[in-house]
């Protein structure tokens, strides 16, 4: 299935489609807009003006003017000289991310680059081409420099690159495919290399997964709630209403929909409250779901924002040199859901300790019977606070740092690849946190019958005893934690309640 870019209407669905497999084409629109730029371009170099890594060097090397021909060999070095990266090789998911998200950049028609390079950068990407990129590199202004430099290396018949999972050099790649190499013109070194794709690629993949991690936290939390029989009053819909924060609001919806005709939860419990961590769960989750939908906001801008420097607008004539490839704002995006999704863990093993500890759920200690020649559940929390431990550490904004490059002429950048690669693994992280405390939950739940949960968490219940069964006495824990883990992966625990009682919803209904 293709996807058809035009460098305004990209979506974060979209991305993880092309990610997994979709292949791109461009609208006769786009071909239209940047047949028109680079027809623009040419005129600009055949009046002799001084045009920024055209006809001038780049970076501190900006004031040095050099001739047509060797304008077009700039072209080459420059993608050279910025192939400078290292660590890890990028999955190919990320990459082809990167990919896409730079052919759109470039078919919004200001970067200047031809439409056959462009079209055969894409058929790089459509014949299953993945360029070998390494992780780190980039300081996030201008852009990505040295793992876009990586993809256009192989698009010069150059670089490594990955065809039906053997590595192999670029220039054997293109000619497996029969794909010709670029010879890159005056800007194409630039026009591929000089954006922020690699961290907004890669950003959607993470934003795609964030909404699937969100929602089943939703499902374990309300595991929690109804197996601790939590007092229902602090989800009534007048309470969220008196405080319309739209996130808050929407967990408390998501919460009475999926602990709906508990049984557990109708059994009085004779408490008045309970402790902040089940009363407050809408108003400690309501903020991660209100800044997912604002760096979801910023991440759909810059997907389809000019990233790239110089720009030319040839309907107005005009070529500007400027700085649309700093990613401050993906950067400080990406920092901020860091800091969002990692509260979720926080919340979720505060939940799972309160099903652990006796005096607070009323079960059996760390939800075994047995006690002192069983231990239970009791490591899985240990995990727990090992994951939450280190998301502590990679919840330091990375943006706030600094590091002048360039000779000072690159004075000010954004550290972003380093906020997308600490999000990830926080990511990462909390799904096993939240795969805890499902394992928990459900091994609660048993300790509950005959009575009946919720009419959604009874699903996730009855998913979990598909994979993982009743623990009557301890065993290595780590299977578990996995099998459940992949679960919330997956996506089969979120689908099977959704398929139950409807799709949960990140934003207030009604």
Do not use: W
């Amino acid at each position: 299935m293709a996807v058809h870019i035009d460098g305004e209407n990209l979506t974060i669905e979209q991305v993880h489609a092309v990610a997994h497999g979709d292949t791109i084409a461009l609208t006769d629109d786009a071909k239209g807009k940047v047949q028109r730029c680079r027809e623009f371009v040419q005129r600009m170099v055949d009046s002799g003006a001084a045009i920024y890594g055209v006809t001038t060097g780049i970076g501190e090397f900006a004031r040095i003017r050099v001739s047509q021909e060797q304008g077009e060999e700039l072209q080459r070095r420059i993608i050279y000289s910025h192939a400078a990266s290292t660590g890890d090789v990028q999955p190919p998911e990320v990459v082809r991310a990167a990919m896409l998200c730079r052919a759109n950049t470039l078919a919004k028609g200001f970067s200047g680059v031809r439409l056959e390079t462009l079209q055969t950068y894409i058929e790089i990407l459509n014949r299953g081409i993945v360029p070998v990129v390494y992780e780190k590199g980039s300081v996030g202004t201008s852009g990505d420099l040295s793992p876009l430099a990586q993809l256009a290396m192989v698009a010069l018949g150059e670089g490594e690159a990955f065809y039906e999972g053997e590595r192999m050099p670029g220039g054997e790649a293109l000619r497996r495919v029969g794909l010709e190499p670029i010879v890159p013109s005056f800007k194409e070194g630039l026009g591929l290399i000089n954006g922020a794709q690699m961290m907004t690629g890669e950003s959607a993949l993470i934003l795609y997964d964030t909404e699937r991690l969100i929602k089943t936290a939703l499902i374990a939390m309300a595991m929690t709630l109804d197996v601790l029989k939590a007092v229902p009053k602090a989800y009534h819909p007048r309470i969220h209403e008196s405080r319309p924060f739209a996130g808050q609001i929407a967990v408390a919806q998501n919460l009475r929909r999926l602990f709906a005709d508990s049984e557990i939860m109708a059994d009085p419990s004779g408490k008045v409250q309970d402790g902040y961590s089940m009363r407050c769960t809408p108003q400690v989750i309501g903020p991660t779901i209100d800044a997912y939908h604002y760096v979801r906001e910023q991440i759909l801008t810059e997907m389809n924002a000019a990233s790239d420097n110089p720009l030319f607008f040839p309907d107005e004539e005009l070529y500007l040199a400027a700085g649309n490839f700093h990613a401050q704002s993906t950067a400080m995006a990406m920092d901020f859901l860091a800091i969002a999704v990692a509260e979720l863990a926080g919340l979720s093993e505060r939940h799972t300790n309160r099903m652990l500890n006796p005096v607070l759920s009323g079960l059996p200690d760390f939800l075994i019977e047995g006690r002192g020649v069983n231990s239970g559940l009791m490591v899985a929390q240990y995990t727990q606070a090992a994951l939450i431990g280190e998301n502590k550490v990679l919840c330091h904004p990375a943006v706030v740092d600094s590091i002048s490059v360039s000779a000072d002429q690159e004075d000010h950048v954004n550290m972003g690849p380093v906020s997308v690669r600490k999000c990830k693994e926080i990511v990462k992280n909390v799904s096993t946190v939240i795969a805890i405390q499902l394992l928990c939950g459900a091994q609660a739940l048993d300790f509950r019958k005959p009575q009946k949960p919720g009419k959604g968490v009874a699903v996730a219940y009855e998913t979990i005893r598909e994979r993982v069964p009743f623990m009557e006495n301890d065993r290595a824990l780590y299977p578990d934690i996995e099998r459940v883990g992949e679960l919330v992966r997956s996506r089969e625990l979120l689908d099977a309640v959704e398929s139950a009682i409807g799709p949960l919803s990140l934003a207030p209904e009604g």
